[in-house]
């Protein structure tokens, strides 16, 4: 802990136009309750979604003054007198819902978002109840941890809890940022044939060596459901994480194929889009909205990590002065992968 009993931490404040600024300011080390653990912070990620709170542009309205990021890992420095999962000098990751623990979600689950209704992880300490950590992958640096609270567990959730993705599914990829890396991944791990779309000739020597078993360019071929159909051999993709939202839902809905299963996780390309029902009746076909996930899927999502030996790939790490920085580097989209924030 610090010597002055202070401690740095990111603040976003509403403006007056919805957007929120980012300033750092010292306040008292926090102290953890009967039931909550102190965190040292060593490292905090950011996702699509923290770019769309600062600018004032998230569909669920955030407080008008917060802690930001819901991502983030570090070590215990301290317990309350009944904590019992968790012992001081355990490397840990926080979960993006505090109180969704397993099983459905409950009505007040999203009020227990980090960085959004509570407090999040760009703090040099946090205390968070010992419920809502998970420990982190074993051989896991801190920045490597701070990558799977949100985009890693959304798309585990994306393709396995919910889309019981199969070895042999064709499984389409859009994009490569934190969700769609991790679905790669995910996918090859597990014998599927992974169909990454980008904009980028250039990410595609990336994506193969991460397990894509095709590519396509969509600048080049706007019209890409039917390459998805050719690359599949007319058949359609089985699983596919869409994560673009109002500009690419209709095209993915066009990829799928019958029995499959679409993941509808975000808003790259515009929030929203129509889900045509009789297209999805005469595939006998599933849709599902996906909000990250609970402590025990993100549980199951370690161990497999854990088995399969899978490391997040990371696209540039800032230091916690340059957390403004970071959010322009997510902004722009041009990152492969997590962007990460080191706190020393």
């Known amino acids: 802990m610090t010597s002055s009993g202070k401690q740095r931490r990111c603040l976003l404040i509403r403006q007056a136009d919805g957007t929120y600024q980012l300033t750092i ?11 909550e653990v102190l965190v040292r912070v060593r490292a905090a990620s950011l996702n699509r979604r923290d770019v769309y709170i600062i600018r004032g542009q998230y569909p669920m309205q955030p407080r008008p003054k917060l802690v930001p990021l819901s991502d983030g890992a570090g070590e215990v ?4 007198s ?42 040099e300490y946090v205390c968070l109840s010992e419920g809502g950590l998970v420990s982190a992958p074993e051989g896991y640096s801190f920045e490597e941890a701070a990558t799977l609270p949100c985009a890693a567990v959304t798309a585990w959730n994306g393709l396995v809890t919910r889309g019981r993705m199969q070895p042999g599914d064709h499984i389409l990829i859009l994009g ?9 991944q995910f996918a090859a791990a597990a014998g599927g044939r992974p169909i990454v779309i980008t904009s980028s000739d250039a990410k595609f020597a990336r994506v193969k060596q991460l397990g894509a078993a095709s ?43 019958a029995g499959g299963h679409i993941a509808l ?29 609970s402590r025990a899927n ?34 722009a989209g041009r990152h492969f992968g ?5 706190l020393r």
């Open 25 to 35: 300011e010292e306040s008292a080390l926090p102290e953890p309750a009967e039931r």
């Open 77 to 80: 420095v301290g317990c309350g």
């Open 82 to 123: 009944a904590v019992t999962r968790f012992k001081v000098g355990d490397r840990v990751a926080a979960c993006f819902f505090q109180r969704w623990i397993g099983g459905r979600p409950s009505a007040d689950t999203h009020s227990s978002a980090l960085g959004g209704q509570l407090d999040g992880m760009l703090s």
């Open 176 to 184: 490569t940022g934190g969700v769609a890396i991790f679905g790669l």
């Open 215 to 257: 590519t396509i360019n969509y600048s080049k071929i706007p019209q890409w459901s039917d390459a998805v159909r050719a690359a599949t051999g007319g058949v359609g993709a089985h699983q596919i994480l869409e994560v673009g939202g109002l500009g690419t839902l209709q095209q993915s809905l066009a990829s799928l194929a």
């Open 265 to 293: 996780i975000g808003g790259l390309a515009g929030f929203g889009g129509d889900i045509p029902a009789m297209a999805l009746l005469h595939a006998n076909a599933t849709a599902s909205g996906i909000y990250v996930g």
């Open 298 to 331: 993100f549980q199951a999502m370690n161990a497999f990590i854990e088995r399969h030996r899978i490391r997040p790939v990371i696209d540039r790490v800032f230091e916690f002065e340059d957390a403004a920085a970071a959010y322009e580097h997510v902004e």
């Open 338 to 342: 997590k962007v990460v924030i080191r």
